[in-house]
């Protein structure tokens, strides 16, 4: 049986420290609030000796990777001292810019505001390196009408697409994956939109990623075991939170999930 993972998420901005600039890991409410926790090279090798089955880096800022050594270095930095997966994303514009992550180190690379505005670029990427390394990443709220809406420029305008239809259109197009967020539960510890997750999963063949909303180790339980995902993903969950990822999988596989307990 296929085995879930658990995936810390790192959420990356650029900081000015005295002349130079370097990458922060932060955690964010709603998508917004940026609070700074530390390193985040020290924070993954941490996160690899607890057993975290993959990384997800997303650069939060959204500059343009291509010429951005602070985030191609900070990559290079994970690929050389963890030996984890990465999906990198954020700031990816580009076919050129898949080939550029995957050279520095990353397995998978996610886009959000790129398969958005060039839908194209999924089937592209698709076709180039292989629909695994492709990663649709959708930000999503409920609107007034009680639909799952996708979002974008930090999940703060709508897009008009409904989010199962987009999710549909993104595999047609070659996504390999989806990771999934409800903005409206970011950061808040309130549980996942596992609803959402669930309605995705059934209609789509590619695994699926929730993200967005652990406070408890039973959030990730729902999220395999309500939701139909392959994986979920949390970043302010494993910062602040008084558990870490063995923790958290010990009662994942307690509840009965299918979950790697050791190396």
């Not at 990356?12 to 609070?35: C, E, N, W, Y």
């Not at 500059?63 to 999906?87: K, N, Q, S, Y």
């Amino acid at each position: 049986m296929l085995k879930k993972r658990l995936i810390p998420k790192l959420l990356i901005k650029h900081r000015p420290m005295g002349r130079s600039v370097r990458p922060v890991l932060v955690t964010t409410l709603s998508f917004a609030d940026a609070q700074d926790v530390g390193d985040p090279v020290s924070q993954a090798k941490i996160y690899e000796a607890q057993l975290a089955d993959e990384l997800t880096v997303l650069n939060i800022d959204g500059t343009p990777i291509a010429g951005d050594e602070v985030m191609l270095g900070l990559i290079e930095r994970l690929a050389g001292e963890t030996f984890m997966p990465l999906c990198v994303g954020g700031g990816v514009r580009t076919i050129e810019d898949f080939g550029t992550l995957l050279n520095r180190g990353a397995d998978k690379v996610s886009i959000n505001a790129a398969a958005l505005t060039s839908p194209q670029l999924i089937g592209d990427a698709a076709g180039r390196y292989g629909a695994q390394c492709v990663v649709v990443s959708i930000d999503f709220r409920r609107d007034t009408l009680d639909r799952w809406m996708v979002m974008h420029n930090h999940a703060a305008l709508p897009t008009g697409r409904e989010l199962l239809a987009w999710a549909r259109e993104a595999v047609d197009r070659g996504a390999g994956e989806l990771l999934l967020c409800d903005a409206d539960r970011d950061g808040g510890g309130n549980g996942l939109n596992w609803q959402a997750g669930q309605q995705v999963a059934a209609a789509v063949p590619v695994p699926v990623v929730l993200s967005g909303g652990c406070g408890r180790a039973e959030h990730f339980v729902e999220g395999f075991a309500l939701g139909g995902a392959e994986g979920v993903a949390a970043g302010t969950f494993f910062c602040f939170r008084d558990q870490n990822p063995m923790q958290t999988r010990a009662h994942i596989r307690n509840a009965g999930v299918p979950i790697r307990m050791e190396t």
